[in-house]
């Protein structure tokens, strides 16, 4: 039975966020009008899909990409644009539930995945790139020793050079007494995301791809040989098809939708600051802090700050959501109160309940890669190389992600639970705070 695709959101342009506002290259990709035919077909142009058509170019195959709105509409041009190894679910965990050996073989890849974006920008940097190099990860907890020995389990299993910086260092550059104990991934930085994703098609489209927009998958049916993918107003026959939609996948395929929930997450920037940045940040680093409901930010040069955070299953706008992202600034930089937001946006995440990315096959040829909400954006390049890895040569590195299935992730009671799950985590941040923090 053909499979009928159903918007998770309202089909349109980009939305109004910092990253629109700065795009370099806004030219739109041509929309499917014809039949064609091709080897492989990837469904969904954010990073995922965007990095999997990238790879099968760069591996000398010429596939196709269809989106249904345009490249990196979703969360791939939405997030906070950090770029460094590792996954949702933290190193110690994975360690747990796979064995050490798996767990290098697993957190490598997203390692590997760094050196693979740095390649692709190319001579691009000053427009894909922001600030200096290094992210800092820094303790919300007052828990002497726990951050220096983590940084040595993290150099020893990632094989990484994580630099531990005590909490009057990390105060020297952010004056927040939140903040304790920190380190330093010197070799992350930060990225504009969607100039990277549009970035990778555009060279993807120059190796031979074909890259379409406004063209959502309809439908899918199984042919004797391979697949065919109904669009709006064509298709496309393949031979193998890799889904890279997670949130935005509505009812394409039932497995994958199910197995995934669109969690909203939000960023606000600023508006200039001016001189009163310094009473609160020095530092150009990016940085997040290590609570479950965490924020992440950056300083650009003209003093604007850009803020994110937040997990929800709701979804504020406008005023509200920019005073309720102002409310979290001011909660770690008391002495900023009173700046003013230029822009707040929100975008879906697919959240699986693992908290790892789900890669892997429904079967012979249907490829899928999702569920990379949380593990940044090195897990998206890590899913598009394994993929076309197994596409072109019969790589088997995919089954790395077996222990990590398309579990069920609770549809349509999900949210709810998921929304009580992130109430429940905030209290033991709180009562971790109190505990430890005095």
């Not at 747990?96 to 798996?102: A, D, N, Q």
């Not at 390649?119 to 220096?148: A, M």
């Not at 509200?320 to 995440?349: S, T």
């Not at 309940?353 to 998206?380: D, N």
Request: charged share 20%.
């Amino acid at each position: 039975m053909p499979i009928r695709y159903k918007y998770a959101e309202e089909k349109g342009e980009y939305i109004d966020s910092y990253y629109s506002r700065t795009l370099y290259n806004p030219g739109k990709f041509p929309t499917l009008t014809d039949d064609i035919n091709a080897k492989v077909c990837v469904i969904g142009g954010g990073m995922a899909g965007v990095a999997t058509l990238h790879s099968l170019v760069e591996k000398g195959e010429k596939a196709v990409l269809i989106e249904a709105n345009r490249i990196g509409w979703g969360a791939s041009g939405r997030n906070g644009g950090f770029v460094s190894p590792g996954y949702s679910q933290g190193a110690g965990d994975i360690v747990k539930r796979v064995g050490e050996c798996h767990a290098r073989e697993l957190l490598s890849l997203t390692t590997d995945a760094m050196g693979i974006i740095n390649r692709r920008i190319g001579n691009q940097g000053k427009k894909l790139k922001d600030n200096i190099p290094g992210l800092l990860d820094v303790s919300w907890f007052d828990e002497p020793g726990t951050v220096e020995k983590n940084v040595e389990f993290l150099n020893d299993l990632m094989s990484v050079n994580y630099e531990f910086w005590p909490k009057e260092k990390i105060r020297d550059y952010y004056h927040s007494d939140h903040y304790y104990d920190a380190f330093l991934k010197p070799n992350g930085f930060q990225l504009h995301s969607l100039n990277y994703t549009i970035h990778s098609a555009r060279e993807a489209e120059k190796g031979g791809a074909r890259v379409f927009e406004n063209s959502p998958a309809l439908n899918i049916s199984k042919t004797t040989n391979g697949w065919k993918i109904l669009t709006e107003n064509g298709s496309v026959t393949v031979d193998e098809l890799v889904i890279c939609c997670s949130a935005y996948i509505g009812s394409l395929n039932f497995k994958l939708s199910t197995a995934t929930l669109p969690v909203a997450t939000y960023v606000m920037l600023t508006e200039p600051i001016g001189d009163r940045l310094k009473d609160a940040i020095k530092g150009k680093w990016g940085v997040s802090d290590n609570r479950f409901s965490s924020n992440y930010y950056r300083t650009f040069d003209d003093t604007s700050l850009f803020w994110g955070g937040r997990v929800s299953m709701f979804r504020p706008a406008g005023k509200k959501l920019e005073q309720i992202m102002k409310n979290d600034l001011f909660g770690v930089y008391p002495q900023l109160r009173g700046v003013r937001a230029a822009v707040a946006w929100g975008g879906l995440m697919g959240y699986p309940v693992h908290k790892m990315p789900q890669i892997g096959q429904l079967e012979p040829g249907f490829w899928y890669a999702q569920g990379f909400g949380g593990s940044g954006m090195t897990s998206t390049i890590a899913g598009g190389e394994v993929i076309s890895n197994a596409i072109v040569y019969g790589d088997e590195r995919y089954k790395l992600f077996e222990p990590y299935g398309l579990d069920y992730a609770g549809k349509p009671f999900g949210p709810i639970v998921a929304q009580t799950a992130y109430w429940l985590f905030q209290l033991q941040d709180t009562y971790k705070e109190w505990r430890l923090n005095g």
